[in-house]
């Protein structure tokens, strides 16, 4: 089973916005202060890219290019929770977003180093 869960994707018109949540599947899960939270997206027939982090004890906040200016990162520690405020959104934001866990939160840009993974949620942006 998954080890976190998404929520909150659906289908958009261009312009519009979205408000993906996540959340741990089970209570016991923990996110630990030296933990960095991150979301990437997965279009059909392309690789698994970085969208936004952030971490756990400083809520440092680091965005790709295709998300800055438009989509937010936060968190709310004592709920180990995650969310992703997406704005603007455009054909090219049309994906599977996954929520994932990395113990080190320095490489916060490298999917490979994410351990923990959710099931994703579809996002789906079209006219």
């Known amino acids: 089973q998954a080890q976190l869960v998404e929520s909150g994707g659906g289908m958009v018109q261009p312009g519009g916005s979205l408000w993906l949540t996540c959340t741990p599947s089970?209570?016991?899960?923990?996110?630990?202060?030296?933990?960095?939270m991150g979301w990437f997206r997965q279009a059909p027939g392309k690789a698994r890219e970085f969208v936004a982090a952030?971490?756990?004890?400083?809520?440092?906040?680091y965005y790709a290019d295709s998300a800055k200016g438009r989509f937010t990162i936060s968190r709310v520690n004592a709920e180990n929770a995650v969310y992703l405020r997406m704005n603007d959104l455009t054909a090219d934001d049309t994906a599977i977003y996954y929520c994932a866990r990395n113990s080190d939160a320095f490489t916060y840009y490298d999917a490979s180093k994410y351990k923990d993974w959710g099931q994703g949620t579809q996002v789906t942006v079209s006219s």
């Open positions: 089970d209570r016991s899960f923990v996110i630990y202060a030296n933990d960095v």
């Open positions: 952030v971490t756990w004890r400083n809520n440092r906040k």
